[in-house]
């Protein structure tokens, strides 16, 4: 097995991809509510900040903050995969692996991290989050798209409403 190591930044700022096992699967968005429940549960009781978030059909990003001298982010990760996983029923397909492991197949079994390191590295990885249901091509404009911290920081100023276009060129 190999010796996977995380850069660990208490109190840091992160982006991450999260991704299904199933590129194809539609199953974020058909089990939104209980994504949303998984999150709420897990910042409860493990407290972090959302800078920004998009949930796509098959994967997500966000970028999140953690509390000061804090540095446990994958548990924080770990606990809103199994959250979820408990609360759809099991109708994937499982490999033998899978199967004689007890894992359920849902989701990639690692996620991708980055450590935000200074503000234009955060200001590229929030806009990189709310601009990616555009860049996939669900939505023309980032206010299209129902799943997204978008709204939130549009109603704060910190976009404008038609920022996100299809033409790639911030408003």
Partial sequence: ?????????????????????????????????????????????????????????????????????????????????????????PTERRSPTRVSRGERAIWQRRFWEHAIRNDIDYARHVDYVHFNPVKHGYVTFARDWPYSTFHRAARAGLYVPDWGADDRKPA
């Fill in 1 to 89: 097995m190999s010796n996977y190591r995380r850069y660990r930044v208490r109190g840091g700022t992160f982006f991450f991809t999260i991704n299904l096992l199933e590129r194809r699967s539609d199953l974020l968005v058909r089990h939104i509510d209980a994504l949303r429940e998984a999150l709420r549960l897990t910042r409860r009781e493990r407290p972090f900040h959302i800078d920004g978030w998009v949930v796509l059909p098959d994967h997500m990003h966000c970028v999140i903050t953690l509390p000061e001298g804090d540095d446990d982010f994958s548990n924080r990760i770990k606990a809103i995969k199994i959250r979820f996983v408990r609360a759809i029923p």
